[in-house]
Structure formats: C-alpha cells, structure tokens
C-alpha cells in the first residue's frame, strides 16, 4: 500500500519489480520487471530454458521470489501456495497440468471448488452450470460426461480457461496454451484470449511465438537465459522487433553460416539456408530500431534491460 | 457465481443432437465394474452347476461371510488405488490390530473396548505413517508399504512372543466387554433359517458409504483427481497430501475393523496370520475395475471382486475338487477376469 503512491492512475493487478529467483547457487531469474491491469494482456516470450516457468511459479505461488517486489493490488505479496495465489484471483492455466484426463468435463471444471449441497455435492447444478459456463465461451460440447482426456487439446486449454474466468479469477496465466496446437486451434485459443480481457481480466500469456502474442497483447517481456531483455508497450515495439529479439539475430545468422557450409554439396541444404539469409537481412532492418525501446525514455513502466545484446 | 435467470430453465440439458441415442445397455457397459459383475455371473453359474451343495442357501451365506472378510478392507484398499497408491501391508496390519486389542485388554486387565480402542489408535497410525512417508518422501508406496509389511510382520511375531510368550494370544472370551464387542464385530443372526454373519451387513454399510462418498462428495472428486493427476490436481488447489494420507489412514480403519472381527470371532490370535491377504484385497479392486495407475475405479466393484474370491475360495470345496489346486484355480479366474473386464471396458470405450 505504500509503494503505489505514485503518478498512476490505476493500480495494477499484479506487479513485478526488478523481481528475480536463485535456486541456491543457481540463478534460474533475474530482473524481471512486468505489470498487469485489468482488461490487458501482458505476453512474456522467451526461448526454451529463458526463465518462462519460474516467471510462472513465482506469480502462481508454487515457488517464491528471492529478490525484488511482487505486489498484488498494490499489496506486497510472498505466496506460501498457489492457493493462497487462487484465493487473490490469480489463476494459472497449465500447458499439461490444467485438468485430469480420466474424469468427466464438470468435476474437472468443479474440481477444487465443489458445489456443495450439504455433506454432498450438487451434481445437477454443477452439470449445468459447466454446459451453460462453457457454452457462454462458446465452447459448445457434445457432452460434459465425457472424460476431459476426450477433448482436443484446444478445447481442453477453453475449458481450463472458462474454468479460471467462473471461479473469478481476476489474473489469468496463460502457460503457452498454443504451444501444443495447430493453426485453426491456436486461433481459437487466441479468441478465448481476448474473451477473457474483454471480461475485464489481466491476462499474463506465456508464449514463444510472437506471432501469437503480438495481435493479442498490451504489453511484451521478453526474457532470455534467466534475464529480462526488456519490456514494451505495445506502441513502443513492431511485430518485426518483437520477432527479430525473440529469434536472437545474430544466432540465426551464425546458423545460416553454418549451414551454408554444410549446404555446399546439397542442394536442399542451400535453399534453407537461403531462406535464413533473407530472414537474417530482413533482422538487420529490425535490430536499428529495436536500439532505442531497449531503454525506454517514457519511464512509465521503469523497466531496465540488464543486458544488451551479448 | 453467475446466474442466469431470465433464461427460465436453461437449455443446457436439452439433448445434443451429436450425441447419438445412447442405450441404456451401453451406459451401463461403460461402468467399471461391467466387467467383474460379468465374471462373478459366469463363476456363479459355473459353481452353481458343477457343485450341487453350493445351491444351498446355506452356502451362499458362507460364501458371503467369507467374502466379507476380505471384501471390507478391499474397499479402503479401492478407495486408495482410484487415489493412485498401493498398501501392501494391509494384510498384516489385520493381524497388528487383532494381536494389539486383545494383548492391552489382557495384560492389562483392562475393559475390552481400551483394547479395541488402543487397536484402532494403532491401525490409523500405520496408516498414517505409509500415507506421510509416501508423499513426504515422493517414493512409490509400493516401495514405502512394502518395508512397512516386513516391520509389522516382524513387529506382530516378535512383541507377541515377548508379551505372551508364545505365537498367539490368550483368550479373551471372559473379559469385561467382550460380549458387547462379539456383538458389534462377530455376532450372527439366522433370517429364513440361514445363519448370516453381521460382517455382510457392515460389508454392505462401508460398500455404500464409501461409493456415495465417492461419487456424490467433494472429497471423491478429489480422490479421482490425486489418482488421475496430482500434480493438477495440487494446481487447482486440491490437498493432495491430505487426500492421500486420509485414504492410508482409511486402509489402516479398515483393516482394525477386520482385525476385530477375527479376534471377537475367534477369541485368539496367531500372530502369523495375514500373510498374502494383502494381494487379495488388492486383486479384488483390480478385478473390480480399478486402474493399478489410479484416478479410475468403483468400490462396487471391489465388493464384487471380493464375491469372485469367495465364490472360488469355497466353491473349490463344495465341487469336491482337490483344494491342493486351490491357487492355481484361484490365479486362472483372477487373470481370465481381469481379461474379461479389459475386453469390456475396451468395448465400452469405443462404443462411446
């Protein structure tokens, strides 16, 4: 209550400062600055091994942060389980965990917060309440007895989502629900997305696909070896920035070297790394611009990058 | 909560026309324990035709007390499989029960019931101990169970023949409070003139506390989500460790409840005995339809489970066959059910 004194108007629902984790030794974050309002989504990228699933941990109240802030409604948080995360309106959707294959689709959608009906549960209204909850998604299921497992990925990730929003999640977590997916699926799952934010929900979307994040999100943090490399809002990053810090520039090019060498006598080998020369020239372009919003002069979000491109 | 009233009843359980016409045949077959009622039929009949003297009501109600013995633990150890662990020292802890009731009453010249009490403290506390080192430690409780049996086992000879000087107990039959607690765990009534052992009855009790517990409470949801997936399970704020201690501590009730009645049946106990009837509960909620991986099960069909056992433990005797074949005959039914309920549930799944 006492940090958020400050000049915004409206105090975020959930707020990183400079907050980071060690497991022992080990420095698995480090520096991660990002916000979260209501009606906003907040997309964090990041390769595989950038530090993605401690970021969620920490939010989620399965791990606690080492150093930095974690403000809650403007309130200094430590989360001892994600219960107590859940009991804040903050809720996580799992890339694999979010629900049990074996058990039918209404006590997965009940399951941790039961109907209760004296000692009993009320079956009836929680059948219906799951149909009707899912349907206002506009997830539209043949049949809420189905074992969940029955589902295709895409709806499964709608379903844990509809799930959060009706348990009055106020913060959404969003474990690279299109990771798994195909295009058509994707698309459906980024729908749900904006649903979501159109309720009224901060939505942290967790993903390494700029493609995706880009169209749907508010605000981009993008992380790599433990670091944050930054944070933008959307009107201070191009799709073509986002993607180009993402890929790693000079990484792709180093790539492209390497497969020109070994493309010498492969005619297939020569036309990727063709391919990768255009998308490298194409970085070029992407990384004169990107040198400015690195350290962003609007000092609204106060964010600092620790580390230039290495 | 949302609620939509203006809706009037809401259109939700309007039939979905993707959903073609489900029979009612095919529902049922989608059901756990389809598979082991099947098998009990077939056993059924087989005895019934091949064994003239297991037509007599006399020898279902035996088959049915021999079935109760194992089929009430067998409906904790269900419980604790669709909650996706294992107790192998189930068996022994019977035994651990019976020997500690009836040692404290004697030696200590004290009421029955501090006995049968003290008992019960015991059982929940083994159970307790498998249920904590399990999920405090994350190693399988095949592994935790199966140290926790060689103790118990050991634990049972050992402090029996320190305390009595021998492999049993004395009798207890003159003690205060006996005959009430014969009562309770080993009385026997006669309907139509067949003698029938209070054990069904209780049998029957936990048999439906336990389902509706399962299927109608918060709690049963719960126990298939621990069995299913824990780790989901924990994410959306289940308390697995709890959950999973409570159904070893159940067990532990269980198998107090059944280590009673063989004391309060028999007056003595050898120390010794109990040895391998683990395997049996265990088999019977398998047969039963229970997933060895957990989060799938019914104990109905455990119950039913215990039926084939004591269907085959006695009919093997009243069809005259030598009992030397006993396990081998007991083993073949076992497997050719468990099949039997595979082809089934597989039939089910894809007719869904």
Not at chain 2, 11 to 23: M, N, T, Y
Not at chain 2, 198 to 206: D, K, Q, V, Y
């Amino acid at each position: 209550m006492t940090t958020t004194a400050d000049t915004q108007t409206e105090t975020p629902l959930v707020r990183l400062d400079d907050a980071g984790k060690n497991y022992g030794t080990i420095i698995a974050l480090q520096g991660v600055t990002l916000d979260v309002g209501a009606s906003e989504v907040t997309c964090v990228l990041g390769d595989n091994g950038a530090g993605k699933s401690t970021l969620i941990k920490i939010i989620a109240g399965l791990h606690q942060h080492t150093h930095g802030t974690y403000e809650v409604e403007g309130e200094q948080v430590k989360f001892g389980s994600p219960r107590e995360a859940l009991d804040r309106g903050i809720a996580t959707v799992y890339q694999d965990l979010a629900v049990v294959p074996l058990m039918p689709v209404w006590r997965n959608f009940f399951l941790g917060n039961e109907i209760r009906k004296g000692p009993a549960m009320d079956l009836a209204a929680m059948r219906t309440m799951a149909k009707q909850e899912l349907l206002d998604m506009g997830i539209d299921l043949r049949d809420v007895e189905q074992p969940i497992g029955t589902l295709s990925g895409g709806e499964r990730q709608c379903v844990a989502i509809a799930r959060a929003v009706h348990f009055g999640a106020k913060v959404l977590i969003l474990d690279e629900p299109t990771a798994a997916l195909g295009v058509k699926q994707s698309g459906v799952v980024l729908r749900y997305i904006v649903q979501a934010k159109e309720r009224g929900l901060g939505v942290i979307f967790i993903t390494h696909n700029p493609h995706h994040a880009y169209p749907v999100g508010d605000n981009f943090l993008i992380l790599k070896r433990g670091r944050s490399l930054g944070y933008w809002r959307k009107d201070e990053i191009t799709m073509a920035e986002l993607t180009g810090l993402m890929a790693g520039g000079s990484e792709l090019e180093e790539l492209t070297h390497e497969l020109e060498a070994a493309g010498t006598d492969s005619s297939g080998l020569r036309e990727v790394a063709q391919v990768f020369e255009q998308e490298v020239a194409e970085l070029h372009v992407a990384d004169l611009h990107v040198g400015e919003p690195q350290t962003p002069a609007s000092g609204s979000t106060g964010s600092r990058p620790d580390s230039t491109q290495p | 909560m949302s609620q939509t009233v203006d809706v009037g009843t809401p259109p939700a359980p309007a039939r979905d026309e993707r959903v073609g016409q489900r029979s009612t045949l095919s529902r049922m077959l989608a059901r756990p324990e389809i598979g082991a009622l099947a098998g009990a039929i077939v056993i059924f009949l087989i005895f019934f035709i091949v064994a003239p003297p297991f037509r007599e009501p006399s020898s279902l109600a035996t088959v049915l007390y021999v079935s109760s013995t194992y089929g009430i633990p067998a409906v904790a150890v269900a419980l604790l499989m669709i909650g996706g662990e294992f107790d192998l020292s189930a068996g022994v802890a019977v035994t651990a029960s019976a020997l500690v009731a009836s040692m404290v009453s004697y030696q200590f010249s004290a009421n029955m019931f501090v006995g049968v009490l003290v008992a019960l403290v015991v059982a929940l506390a083994v159970g307790f101990i498998n249920g904590y080192l399990v999920v405090k430690t994350g190693i399988p409780s095949f592994l935790v169970t199966l140290g926790t049996f060689f103790m118990v086992r050991g634990l049972n000879l050992a402090i029996t023949k320190i305390v009595t000087g021998n492999v049993g107990t004395n009798d207890v039959s003159d003690i205060a409070g006996f005959e009430m607690a014969k009562n309770i765990f080993a009385s026997q009534f006669t309907v139509g003139g067949v003698a029938i052992r209070i054990t069904l009855l209780w049998w029957i009790l936990f048999v439906i506390i336990a389902t509706w517990v399962l299927l109608r409470t918060h709690v049963g949801n719960w126990i298939f989500a621990v069995g299913g997936s824990a780790a989901s399970s924990r994410a959306v704020g289940v308390p697995v460790n709890k959950v999973k201690i409570g159904l070893f501590m159940t067990v532990g009730f269980m198998a107090w409840f059944t280590g009673m009645h063989i004391l309060f049946a028999f007056n003595t106990v050898q120390s010794g005995i109990g040895l391998g009837n683990e395997f049996i509960y265990i088999v019977a909620a398998v047969v039963g339809g229970c997933l060895l991986t957990g989060g799938y099960g019914s104990v109905i069909g455990a119950a039913i489970g215990a039926f084939i056992f004591g269907m085959a433990n006695q009919g093997i005797i009243y069809a005259g066959w030598n009992p030397d074949w006993f396990y081998f005959f007991l083993g073949a039914l076992l497997l050719g059910a468990i099949l039997l309920n595979n082809f089934i549930r597989s039939r089910a799944e894809a007719s869904r």
